[in-house]
Nanobody, 123 residues
Framework: QVQLVESGGGSVQAGGSLRLSCAAS????????MGWFRQAPGTERDFVAT????????YYANSVKGRFTISRDNAKNTLYLQMNSLKPEDTAIYYC????????????????WGQGTQVTVSS
């Protein structure tokens, strides 16, 4: 198992930026593919971005492509999500997640989750 703790959420106006971090502890961070998901009230948990264990492979939801960037620093056991040009529809709780093996866009494939961090974008 790996323990995950997100930080960096907050309130921002539309067009602004935020950088989320996810600190990992426990098992070797570099052995996990990582993902960011988000969940707004009354909705399912949606895929945002995923990154391979090495960081060489990334994939994004269409809704965030070109605005968000996922990255990782295996030496610091930390995952990041740089969010630019934020929109009100980006408002949600953002979760980081870890899985062994290949990346995935499906939240049910991940078995390690952080507690989430709130992102609120006002118009």
């Amino acid at each position: 198992q790996v323990q995950l703790v997100e930080s960096g959420g907050g309130s921002v106006q539309a067009g602004g930026s935020l950088r989320l971090s996810c600190a990992a502890s426990g098992r070797t961070f570099s052995s996990f593919a990582m993902g960011w998901f988000r969940q707004a009230p009354g909705t399912e948990r949606d895929f945002v971005a995923t990154i391979s264990w090495s960081g060489t492979s990334t994939y994004y939801a269409n809704s965030v492509k070109g605005r968000f960037t996922i990255s990782r620093d295996n030496a610091k056991n930390t995952l990041y999500l740089q969010m630019n040009s934020l929109k009100p529809e980006d408002t949600a709780i953002y979760y980081c997640a870890a899985k062994e093996g290949y990346t995935s866009t499906h939240y049910r494939d991940y078995n390690n989750w952080g507690q989430g961090t709130q992102v609120t974008v006002s118009s």
